[in-house]
């Protein structure tokens, strides 16, 4: 698998794009953090402008109307973002990541000229529906049940937790097809729009942070959708497992870039705090125990980025990256939970103080170390890769 776009960015038309997201996330997203956690929403205004910076597009193919940047370029680009509060980057994020990459990896070419400019400009929002109230880590164990009526499939069942469920205009869903295959087996992907009858989505969930999200569970009854709408055609039956795994490995470079891009913010924070405040009569960052906390932090920020970097060029130079993107998922999100952790302990007291916003982001990346895959299925990801490389005669 080749994860280039053919029609991949320049360099320069790369880093004016990564420049401008970096001043819209300074000057435009940081400065409206508070708004968005005291509304719990995300202005309209600033998603409009996100749509004309052309955020909703990053991943989509410059041929469908996005921008067609490569993991790497999406990494850093992302790391950016990244560094405001995380309910602006999940606002387009489904769009650029695990909504529209089953489409653009497995789709056929009609779903693709039908779906990915709409994605691309952010007139349509995807979610990706693999979850269930009875299938988080197995998502192999699902139940929601897609059968074959004429030319048509039913679908009915639910979902959880989905990101962007009432903001989304179609899901890439995974259901059953084959009701007698056991686990991941048996799973087709389709696309589903969703207006189409008989689908219910719930009120949106309140959670511990990243205010200005929305996840909401939904419902399926009696939904029908043309047999067309399975994503890569009726070719890719029962291959639909496959393709939600293509699109998480590549959605865990992802959110490692925003693991990143928090822990990043939080050193910036955690620094500047350090140099200002004074205590024994002197600024708390002459002091040696504050210095390794901060320490720690920067090296193990550098390690999240160049293992990220690494996955990323792998993926785009055709490499599958299964173990490096679950290695890259894990250390950087791990990575911004310690630094979170430090970050609220150099600030003391007022780290602990809704006043500052190591507060809210100590709370906020907590999620990162669970959606996409909990750092317990990365470690389990990695480990049966390198047994089976191991098996495979390959040695470190
Ligand atoms: N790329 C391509 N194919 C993959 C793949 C990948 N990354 N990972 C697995 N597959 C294939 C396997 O090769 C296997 O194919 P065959 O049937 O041809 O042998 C098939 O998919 C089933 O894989 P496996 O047997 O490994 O499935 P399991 O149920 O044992 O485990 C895990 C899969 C646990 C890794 C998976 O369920 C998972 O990632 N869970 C977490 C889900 C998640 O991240 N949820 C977050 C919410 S969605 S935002």
Same mark, same amino acid.
């Given at each position: 698998?080749? !994860?280039?776009?053919?029609? /991949? $960015?320049?360099?320069?038309?790369?880093?004016? %794009?990564?420049?401008?997201? =970096?001043?819209? &996330?300074?000057?435009?997203?940081?400065?409206a953090e508070r708004e968005v956690e005291e509304t719990d929403t995300v202005p309209d205004a600033i998603v409009a402008e996100m749509k004309e910076l052309g955020l909703f597009g990053l991943s989509v193919p410059q041929d469908y109307g996005g921008m067609g940047l490569t993991l790497s370029q999406e990494f850093e680009v992302i790391a950016e973002v990244g560094q405001a509060a995380l309910?602006?980057?999940?606002?387009?994020?489904?769009?650029?990541?695990?909504?529209?990459?089953?489409?653009?990896?497995?789709?056929?070419?009609?779903?693709?000229?039908?779906?990915?400019?709409?994605?691309?400009?952010?007139?349509?929002?995807?979610?990706?529906?693999?979850?269930?109230?009875?299938?988080?880590?197995?998502?192999? !164990?699902?139940?929601?049940? /897609? $059968?074959?009526?004429?030319?048509?499939?039913? %679908?009915?069942?639910?979902? =959880?937790?989905? &990101?962007?469920?009432?903001?989304?205009?179609?899901?890439?869903?995974?259901?059953?097809?084959?009701?007698?295959?056991?686990?991941?087996?048996?799973?087709?992907?389709?696309?589903?729009?969703?207006?189409?009858?008989?689908?219910?989505?719930?009120?949106?969930?309140?959670?511990?942070?990243?205010?200005?999200?929305?996840?909401?569970?939904?419902?399926?009854?009696?939904?029908?959708?043309?047999?067309?709408?399975?994503?890569?055609?009726?070719?890719?039956?029962?291959?639909?497992?496959?393709?939600?795994?293509?699109?998480?490995?590549?959605?865990?470079?992802?959110?490692?870039?925003?693991?990143?891009?928090?822990?990043?913010?939080?050193?910036?924070?955690?620094?500047?705090?350090?140099?200002?405040?004074?205590?024994?009569?002197?600024?708390?960052?002459?002091?040696?125990?504050?210095?390794?906390?901060?320490?720690?932090?920067?090296?193990?920020?550098?390690?999240?980025?160049?293992?990220?970097?690494?996955?990323?060029?792998?993926?785009?130079?055709?490499?599958?990256?299964?173990?490096?993107?679950?290695?890259?998922?894990?250390?950087?999100?791990?990575?911004?939970?310690?630094?979170?952790?430090?970050?609220?302990?150099?600030?003391?007291?007022?780290?602990?103080?809704?006043?500052?916003?190591?507060?809210?982001?100590?709370?906020?990346?907590?999620?990162?170390?669970?959606?996409?895959?909990?750092?317990?299925?990365?470690?389990?990801?990695?480990?049966?890769?390198?047994?089976?490389?191991?098996?495979?005669?390959?040695?470190?």
């Amino acid at each position: 698998m080749d !994860g280039t776009p053919m029609d /991949a $960015v320049d360099q320069e038309t790369f880093e004016q %794009i990564r420049d401008a997201v =970096r001043r819209f &996330t300074q000057e435009r997203l940081i400065p409206a953090e508070r708004e968005v956690e005291e509304t719990d929403t995300v202005p309209d205004a600033i998603v409009a402008e996100m749509k004309e910076l052309g955020l909703f597009g990053l991943s989509v193919p410059q041929d469908y109307g996005g921008m067609g940047l490569t993991l790497s370029q999406e990494f850093e680009v992302i790391a950016e973002v990244g560094q405001a509060a995380l309910a602006f980057r999940s606002v387009f994020g489904t769009n650029v990541g695990i909504g529209s990459q089953g489409i653009v990896i497995d789709g056929t070419e009609a779903q693709k000229a039908e779906w990915l400019p709409g994605l691309a400009s952010g007139e349509v929002v995807a979610s990706f529906a693999l979850t269930e109230p009875d299938a988080g880590s197995d998502a192999g !164990g699902l139940r929601t049940r /897609a $059968v074959r009526d004429g030319d048509d499939f039913v %679908i009915n069942g639910s979902k =959880r937790y989905i &990101t962007n469920a009432n903001r989304a205009t179609i899901l890439s869903l995974m259901a059953r097809t084959d009701p007698d295959a056991k686990g991941p087996r048996g799973i087709s992907a389709f696309i589903v729009p969703t207006e189409t009858p008989g689908i219910t989505i719930g009120k949106h969930d309140h959670k511990m942070g990243q205010r200005g999200t929305r996840t909401c569970d939904i419902t399926f009854e009696d939904v029908r959708i043309p047999a067309a709408n399975m994503i890569g055609g009726e070719a890719m039956l029962n291959q639909g497992f496959k393709t939600a795994m293509k699109v998480l490995d590549r959605g865990r470079i992802h959110m490692a870039a925003l693991g990143v891009g928090q822990s990043r913010r939080l050193i910036n924070e955690a620094v500047g705090y350090a140099l200002e405040r004074k205590q024994f009569g002197q600024p708390i960052a002459d002091f040696q125990l504050m210095q390794a906390l901060l320490a720690d932090s920067q090296a193990e920020l550098y390690a999240s980025e160049c293992l990220s970097r690494d996955a990323a060029a792998r993926f785009d130079a055709g490499q599958r990256i299964t173990l490096e993107a679950a290695c890259a998922k894990m250390t950087a999100t791990e990575t911004a939970g310690k630094i979170a952790d430090r970050a609220v302990q150099i600030f003391g007291g007022a780290g602990y103080m809704t006043e500052y916003p190591v507060e809210r982001i100590y709370r906020d990346v907590r999620l990162m170390r669970i959606y996409e895959g909990t750092t317990q299925i990365q470690q389990l990801i990695i480990a049966r890769n390198m047994l089976d490389r191991h098996r495979n005669g390959t040695r470190l």
